[in-house]
């Protein structure tokens, strides 16, 4: 089992900035990929951005492409991501996930275990 904590959300303006952190615990060794997720209100869980346990390969949503970065601290279990030039449509509650396979991909169902989310709410 692996155990996931986000924190950081909050309330921003149009235009400003959230990190997000994710920390694991339980089984890492058995983490291969690590990602983050959004779910708005009334819409279905999209993908946000992932990245490999080395950080050699990194994918991005284009709706956050150039705003938002994901990171994992070295040697540390914690995943990041920050999140920049807000935008109302990010408002949604923010999941962290991992999957044990290699394989970085966005789709939800692939991912093993997940966080209890952490709401972003951007205000225009």
Known sequence: QVQLVESGGGLVQAGGSLRLSCTASGRTLSIYVMGWFRQG????????????????????????????????????????????SLKPEDTAVYYCAVRRSPV???????????GQGTQVTVSS
Do not use: C
């Not at 970085?104 to 997940?114: A, E, K, L, N, R």
């Open 104 to 114: 970085v991909i966005g789709t939800p169902s692939s991912y093993d275990y997940w």
């Open 41 to 84: 209100p009334g819409k279905e869980r999209e993908f946000v951005a992932a990245m490999n346990w080395s950080g050699t390969i990194r994918n991005y949503a284009d709706s956050v492409k150039g705003r938002f970065t994901i990171s994992r601290e070295n040697g540390k279990n914690t995943l990041s991501l920050q999140m920049n």
